[in-house]
């Protein structure tokens, strides 16, 4: 029988069989859902209901019966989810797992660049608080950027806050953006010094790489696609792959998703120091204890939920 007053601590005692079935019997119970990101730890990612990119997760948000959705991710992930499903009970197993990116901005800065350019239009990442989703126009994830900055014709756009994505999606649109200057300290890391190093071992090796990388990286990629994109590449690719093998340019979360998928295929993380720290926060103990005693719930501010449910919605209808 499960002990409700536990403390998270406790749980990290518990072996992994029993945290396992904590989960699974909680779930049932509970009638809650396990939306999990491709950075996971691969322990949490093998016991998701669903297991994608920023855009997947969103989507999935909106069409779970579920009552409650349990989030391991980061929380802008969970806030996204809840936004969308406000009747819907969301909870982040660990309250500190935070995008640092999503701090690069926030309500009042986006307020003085929007005085600043007052005929732009303002696409804002999801990697984002709800505060600056409510304050922009729309939103996008890295797989449908270039469909959102294409959909708004030839407007001025303020794109945040993501300075790489936003030069990402100018190379491919052609369209006026002014940039933010944020980043994500694990994808800005990659330098075309390491894209050479991993060449030089891996002479004949595709380079696939995420939108978040600099735009220099970006350039010498075979390929560019979100989390998700990187392993439909490889399901498609795999033949070439087995010749060839495959660097890619992501965090390592990803790579040994594709690696357990795929144990046969050479594949090589573009550098193995590519950890998002709060990605990896989530764990076993940590899913059972909050599962089991309900807690760390996302809470939005109804009025600002409502603004920013505005961005996201225009995002997913035109994906
Ligand atoms: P994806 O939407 O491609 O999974 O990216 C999310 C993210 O945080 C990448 O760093
Ligand atoms: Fe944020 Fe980068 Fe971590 Fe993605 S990998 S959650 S963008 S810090």
Redesign the pocket.
Known sequence: MANYTMDVREYSTLPVDELVSRIKRAKKKKNAVLLV??YQRMEVQQLADFLG???GLAREATRTDADIIVFCGVDFMAETAKILNPDKKVLLPDHRAD?PMARMIDAPLLTEAKRKYPGAVVVTYV?STAEVKALSDICC???NAIKVVKSLGDKQIIFTPDKNLAEYCRQHTGADIIPWEGH?Y??DQFTTEDVKIALEMHPDAIFIA?P?CRMEVLSIADHVA???GMVNFVTDNQDEIREKGIIIGT?IGLVEQINTEYPDLPLYPLTSTAI?ATQKLTNLAKVAWCIETQSNEIILDEEVRCRAYGAVKRMIDIS
Request: charged share 15%.
């Open positions: 990101h491709n990119d920023s855009l995008c990697n994830t890295s797989s994500c694990v994808h995420h978040e979100s989390t998700t965090e998002c």
